[in-house]
T-cell receptor
Framework: GQQLNQSPQSMFIQEGEDVSMNCTSSSIFNTWLWYKQDPGEGPVLLIALYKAGELTSNGRLTAQFGITRKDSFLNISASIPSDVGIYFCAGPSSGGSYIPTFGRGTSLIVHP | NAGVMQNPRHLVRRRGQEARLRCSPMKGHSHVYWYRQLPEEGLKFMVYLQKENIIDESGMPKERFSAEFPKEGPSILRIQQVVRGDSAAYFC??????????????FGEGSRLTVL
């Protein structure tokens, strides 16, 4: 089945630093989604991408839909302590159902 | 609160007991999804339901697990004869449109099942 590989698995950074994480797929996607999960909570959608090459921002977050349609990147600028959490990429499953498949996540810890 | 509501938030069961997890989707949403999250892992799809119908249950274990989304009331994920390996966080999500028309799922806060 299709796989989503996220990297890095975890990041430990200082407040104010920029963060970059990515996600690659074994198959072509028509949609890329980035979710954030705070500790003890459910995932919340951050950014949705629908077109190859698309670059979309949401405040300090910027995500890009890779040209090959097999990857996506999420950048966070000037990180703050509340950015702590797990960031998941997701894309529609293959086989016709289009139900989002999630990567294993990138865990972000921000030191004040 | 117009969000996805899940209950209970925490559930403790002994091996062999039954667990019932409930999910009320966002108002106006008729598509419901259940995902399972094990510690240090991502979300694994279990089942997708639309009112009164199971659309895709490809992620559901073949035994002991069942799901329903009746015409009236919340969606229910039922786990019979629980085992320790069932301990996980179970998340429900809903969407207004079918997955082919949107990838934007709205998640509840999850139900955390612990099997002793």
């Amino acid at each position: 089945g299709q796989q989503l590989n996220q990297s890095p698995q975890s990041m430990f950074i200082q407040e104010g630093e920029d963060v970059s994480m990515n996600c690659t797929s074994s198959s072509i996607f028509n949609t890329w989604l980035w979710y954030k999960q705070d500790p003890g909570e459910g995932p919340v959608l951050l950014i949705a991408l629908y077109k190859a090459g698309e670059l979309t921002s949401n405040g300090r977050l910027t995500a890009q839909f890779g040209i090959t349609r097999k990857d996506s990147f999420l950048n966070i600028s000037a990180s703050i302590p509340s950015d702590v959490g797990i960031y998941f990429c997701a894309g529609p499953s293959s086989g016709g159902s289009y139900i989002p498949t999630f990567g294993r996540g990138t865990s972000l810890i921000v030191h004040p | 609160n117009a969000g996805v509501m899940q209950n209970p938030r925490h559930l403790v069961r002994r091996r062999g007991q039954e667990a019932r997890l409930r999910c009320s989707p966002m108002k106006g949403h008729s598509h419901v999804y259940w995902y399972r999250q094990l510690p240090e892992e991502g979300l694994k799809f279990m089942v997708y339901l639309q009112k009164e119908n199971i659309i895709d249950e490809s992620g559901m274990p073949k035994e002991r697990f069942s799901a329903e989304f009746p015409k009236e009331g919340p969606s229910i994920l039922r786990i019979q004869q629980v085992v320790r390996g069932d301990s996980a966080a179970y998340f429900c999500a809903s969407s207004a449109l079918a997955p082919a028309n949107t990838g934007e799922l709205f998640f509840g806060e999850g139900s955390r099942l612990t099997v002793l």
